[in-house]
Each structure stands twice: as structure tokens, then as C-alpha cells.
């Protein structure tokens, strides 16, 4: 398991030199069929706020062209909106390969929309890289799936852990979870409980709810009956809005040391803006923040041309959250850190075989 320390590390690594020069052949774009990338991204719907991830698509892309391609094949990248609905994904991902005939995947965001293209790659023995999908291989066990995000091995469980940890100095003995009704949500609150019941915490009040739950009142009015020292929240954006906005509304009881831990949503830049003081007091969970032991020259020249870019588009021009994610998930299909062993084309152009530690 990788520390965040090395964590970054690793992203300073490739972001600075691109692992490409070692199957880089010595003719640059020597042959006329491109290798094809594709992904879904979440360009509409709930999680629109995730397409600043594009840009670091984007950025990889242009950057590993520049140096001479893949194999001395230019990177192409074939994108479709998923429109944050799972139900699209798997028609998405089976175009990508039938119909558009693409060499790797990256997944789409997130545990919630990954989980239903997970069976496909494992049964068509599929290279993919994760993007941000907790626990996402658990279940497949797929010995082809990688993954970019900042957390390692049992993330279902450790995820989470920190909160808990600061709980567990706070003093904590009776702690509330909820969470959603959804594949991420459910990971992260059962991971949760694993966690609070390893430090001797009372778990006194624990409910998921349906993804569509727009009023909290009722359940804020049941923890606080429940009288928790701490509050677990598993939540997705707009329900992450509504339990904040519920929170300020209700109340909780004084009794509560600390609460939050695993909220998508308060990480996008427009919920920043938009919730402001709203968010004092919250302890959740983020990927990456310019402080001095994680700022490297490399990082921040990523982020001096990614934020232009997402001026121009209207996207998070702070982008801590995704991009730096997506831009290293393409330097993982070649990158030596994984031992992808990439070895001269096959003869019918297709994508060699490779190995993975």
C-alpha cells in the first residue's frame, strides 16, 4: 500500500517525464492506425461537476504525442457522456470496443457508474483503468483492472479510516452512520462501521436512504435521538447539499465532536462557492490540496495549464479534485511503476501483451 507521500510521488514522477521513451519506436507516428483510449465522462447530469476530468485527458494526450506517441502510434481519445447514469454505461463501454474498436479503457467516475462495466471487462479480458471507484475490483477481481485514486488496497474499509482516527482522539464512543442507497455510499458506510466497531464505538443510529432523498429533516431529528458523539455521512453531491443545508436548518446536538467523512461534493468548486461558511465545521475527505510536503514543481506546472483551459470552459479552475487524477491514469497505461511491459505491435496492429505486478 502506498502512502500519500508516495502517492505524490508517483504523480511528481510521471507528470514530470513521461514514461513513453523505452516503447517509443524510432519513427514517430510510423504507423497510420492510431491506439484508441476511450472512457465515458460525465459531460450532463448530477455529476457534471467530475468533465474538468477531461482536461487532464486531455493534457496526457497532447503531451505523450508530443513525444513521439505510444509504440510510434499516435494517442487517440474517444470519449461519450454517460450523463451520470449507470444505465447508460455498459452500452457505452460495449461500442467503445465493438463498434469503435478502442485498445484501453479508462473507467467511468466513480464506484456507482464503474460497477456495472466491471463484469464486461473481466468476461472480454479487458484492460481498464479505475477512475476514482472505491473498492471498485473487489468484487470482479479483475487481474487486468488498475486504478487511479489516492487510496490503496481494502479501500472499502480504510477509505475512511481517518475520520475515525480523529474521532478516536476526540474521544468518541457513540457514533451515527447514513448513507446512500448506492454502490459507493454503501461501501464506504459498511467500511465505516468495520472501523467503528475495531475502536469500540457504539454505532447507535445507522440508515441509508434512497439517491433521491432531497429532505434530511427527519433523519437529522432521528441521530440526534440516537445522541451520537459523531457523525458518519456517505453521501453523493446533491444529497451532500441537502444534508449540509438540512444541518444548518435542524441543528445537530452539541454532543457532536466531529461529522462528515465520506461527502462527494463539497470538493467541486461550485459547491464550495455555493455552501461558503455553510461548510465550517465539516471533516471530509479530499484528494489532493496545494500544501508544501504535496506542492512539486511538476504538480504545479500541471495546474498552470490546466487552469486556462478550464477558465475558457467554465469549469473548476481549482481542479484539485479530478484532473491531476486523470492526467496520471494515462500515464499508468505506460508507465513503468505498473510493469505494463509493452513489446513491439502485433503483427495484425493490435495492442501487445502485457504484464502487471
Not at 119 to 136: H, S, T, Y
Not at 339 to 350: E, F, H, K, N
Amino acid at each position: 500500500m502506498k502512502t500519500r507521500r508516495e502517492f505524490h510521488k508517483l504523480v511528481a514522477a510521471t507528470a514530470a517525464g513521461l514514461a513513453v521513451p523505452a516503447i517509443v519506436g524510432s519513427k514517430v507516428f510510423a504507423q497510420d492506425k492510431p491506439i484508441r483510449v476511450g472512457a465515458s465522462v460525465s459531460l450532463t447530469g448530477p455529476l457534471a461537476s467530475t468533465k474538468n476530468g477531461l482536461i487532464g485527458y486531455g493534457l496526457w494526450r497532447d503531451d505523450v504525442n508530443a513525444a513521439g506517441g505510444l509504440l510510434g502510434r499516435k494517442v487517440e481519445l474517444v470519449t461519450y457522456d454517460d450523463q451520470s447514469s449507470a444505465a447508460n454505461v455498459p452500452a457505452i463501454y460495449s461500442k467503445l470496443i465493438d463498434v469503435d474498436a478502442c485498445d484501453v479503457l479508462f473507467s467511468p467516475y466513480g464506484a456507482n457508474l464503474s460497477a456495472p462495466v466491471m463484469p464486461f471487462i473481466k468476461q472480454r479480458d479487458l484492460f481498464m483503468i479505475g477512475m476514482f471507484g472505491l473498492a471498485g475490483n473487489d468484487v470482479a477481481k479483475h487481474d487486468k483492472f488498475f486504478h487511479s485514486g489516492p487510496w490503496g488496497p481494502n479501500s472499502g474499509r480504510d477509505w475512511a479510516r481517518g475520520f475515525f482516527d480523529l474521532a478516536k482522539t476526540q474521544g468518541v464512543k457513540k457514533i451515527a452512520i447514513i448513507n446512500a442507497d448506492l454502490e459507493f455510499s454503501k461501501n464506504a458506510a459498511k467500511g465505516g462501521a468495520e472501523v467503528a466497531k475495531e475502536y469500540g464505538m457504539e454505532v447507535v443510529f445507522n440508515q441509508s436512504y434512497p439517491p433521491n432523498t432531497t429532505d434530511f429533516s427527519a433523519i437529522i431529528r432521528n441521530i440526534n435521538a440516537g445522541d451520537p458523539e459523531a457523525i458518519f455521512i456517505a453521501s453523493y453531491p446533491a444529497d451532500s447539499t441537502a444534508i449540509i443545508r438540512g444541518v444548518k436548518e435542524i441543528g445537530i446536538s452539541d454532543k457532536v465532536k466531529i461529522f462528515g467523512g465520506a461527502m462527494i461534493g463539497p470538493q467541486y468548486g461550485a459547491l464550495l462557492s455555493s455552501l461558503g461558511p455553510e461548510l465550517n465545521g465539516l471533516v471530509n475527505s479530499h484528494t489532493f490540496v496545494p500544501e508544501p510536503t504535496m506542492q512539486t514543481p511538476a504538480i504545479k506546472g500541471f495546474f498552470d495549464r490546466y487552469t486556462p483551459i478550464a477558465v475558457k470552459q467554465g469549469v473548476d479552475p481549482l481542479g484539485y479534485y479530478i484532473p491531476p487524477f486523470y492526467y496520471v491514469a494515462g500515464q499508468a497505461r505506460g508507465s513503468s511503476h505498473y510493469r505494463l511491459q509493452i513489446g513491439r505491435s502485433c503483427q495484425d496492429g493490435s495492442l501487445p501483451a502485457y504484464q502487471h505486478g
